[in-house]
């Protein structure tokens, strides 16, 4: 089974920047759709943003539109990019990378869309 890892996460500054990277165990690993999501303190798991295997369809959450930006990179065993710009204290989670290799776009946001995750990494954005 492929495990992914994530890295890049840490305490930054409000209106600082981070890069998340996801990492396979193994390669080659050639999922069809990446995906990153997060998670608050007593919140539910959601949505951050999503990229095709060819790196086209982009998707990103409202909340991160325009600070955020994912691509796929997929060198030796980096899979994809999370670029995160002017951070916010709302931006605090931790952020997890997801993958399938289902080849589909439909329901890209629904996590039960993914079949591998990382153990996640902490962001923290302070004021």
């Known amino acids: 089974q492929v495990e992914l890892v994530e890295s890049g996460g840490g305490l930054v500054q409000a209106g600082g920047s981070l890069r998340l990277s996801c990492t396979a165990s193994?390669?080659?690993?050639?999922?069809?759709?990446m995906g990153w999501f997060r998670q608050a303190p007593g919140e539910e798991r959601e949505f951050v943003s999503a990229i095709s295997s060819n790196g086209r369809n982009l998707y990103y959450a409202d909340s991160v539109k325009g600070r955020f930006t994912i691509s796929s990179v997929n060198t030796k065993n980096t899979l994809v990019y999370l670029q995160m710009n002017i951070l916010k204290p709302e931006d605090t989670a931790v952020y997890f990378c997801a993958a399938t290799l289902t080849q589909s776009l439909r329901d890209i946001r629904n996590e039960l869309r993914y079949d591998y995750w990382g153990q996640g990494t902490q962001v923290t954005v302070s004021s």
């Open positions: 193994e390669h080659p690993f050639m999922p069809y759709t």
